[in-house]
C-alpha cells in the first residue's frame, strides 16, 4: 500500500547503544523530514532532505545522523542514545517542501524509550 | 526569540457550538500556516492551509483567518462534534526557510455530547 511506514513503532535500549529508526515512503516525494515530538515542546525539526543525498539540519539536529541514498528512505541514526533523546520520533514526506502546499504527510511514529 | 504559541493546552466544549483554537507566533515572516490534526498515538494529518495574502480559508465546518498584523491565525470548528475532538496544531512555513516548517505546542480540543 502506498504510504509513510516507519520501523520500529516501539524502542527500548540503553543508554550509550546506537539506535537507527527506518522511515520509507512510496510516493517518491522529494522532500523528507524527522520530527521529535515532547510533552511541552509539539513537534521539533531534527533534520529534512531535499532529495537524495542532500540532508539539513533543523532545530535539533544534535546527537542524530541522517542518510539519504535513495529518494523512499530516511533513515535516522542515533548514535549514541542519551536518556534526553528518549521521545515520539516522526517521519514526514513531502512533494514540495515548503513550496507549493508543503503539505506534510506524516508517518504513525516511533516510541523511543533509553533507559 | 523566534516562536508559536497555541495559547491553550486544552479546550472543552459542549457539541454543536463553535470550537476556536488560536495560534500566535513573533519575530516570523511567514509564508502561509498550516493547520493539522492529530489523534492520540497517530501521526498528524494536514487539515488546510492559509496563505499571507489571505485573509480567511474554509472547508467544509472548517475556517481558517490569518491576520499578519496581529501575527494571529484563528482556527473555526463549527457545530463541531465528539469526533472532532483531537489535538489541533498549527504550522508556519516561513519564506526565507520554507523546508523548515515549525509548529506549534497544539491544542487538545474535547467536544461533549
Known amino acids: 500500500d502506498a504510504g509513510i511506514t516507519q520501523s520500529p513503532r516501539y524502542k527500548i535500549t540503553e543508554t550509550g547503544r546506537q539506535v537507527t529508526l527506518m522511515c520509507h515512503q512510496t510516493w517518491s516525494h522529494s522532500y523528507m523530514f524527522w520530527y521529535r515530538q515532547d510533552l511541552g515542546h509539539g513537534l521539533r525539526l531534527i533534520y529534512y532532505?531535499?532529495?537524495?543525498?542532500?540532508?539539513d539540519k533543523g532545530e535539533v539536529p544534535d546527537g542524530y545522523v541522517v542518510s539519504r541514498s535513495k529518494t523512499e528512505n530516511f533513515p535516522l541514526t542515533l548514535e549514541s542514545a542519551t536518556r534526553s533523546q528518549t521521545s515520539v520520533y516522526f517521519c514526514?514526506?513531502?512533494?514540495?517542501?515548503?513550496?507549493?502546499?508543503?503539505?506534510?504527510?506524516f508517518g504513525e511514529g516511533s516510541r523511543l524509550t533509553v533507559l | 526569540s523566534q516562536k508559536i504559541e497555541q495559547n491553550s493546552e486544552a479546550l472543552n466544549i459542549q457539541e454543536g457550538k463553535t470550537a476556536t483554537l488560536t495560534c500566535n507566533y513573533t519575530n516570523y515572516s511567514p509564508a502561509y500556516l498550516q493547520w493539522y490534526r492529530q489523534d492520540p498515538g497517530r501521526g498528524p494529518v494536514f487539515l488546510l492551509l492559509i496563505r499571507e495574502n489571505e485573509k480567511e480559508k474554509r472547508k467544509e465546518r472548517l475556517k481558517v483567518t490569518f491576520d499578519t498584523t496581529l501575527k494571529q491565525s484563528l482556527f473555526h470548528i463549527t457545530a463541531s462534534q465528539p469526533a472532532d475532538s483531537a489535538t489541533y496544531l498549527c504550522?508556519?512555513?516561513?519564506?526565507?526557510?520554507?523546508?523548515?516548517?515549525?509548529f506549534g505546542s497544539g491544542t487538545r480540543l474535547s467536544i461533549r455530547p
Open positions: 504550522a508556519l512555513v516561513r519564506r526565507s526557510s520554507a523546508s523548515k516548517i515549525i
Open positions: 532532505s531535499a532529495a537524495a543525498d542532500i540532508t
Open positions: 514526514a514526506s513531502s512533494s514540495s517542501g515548503g513550496g507549493g502546499t508543503g503539505e506534510l504527510f
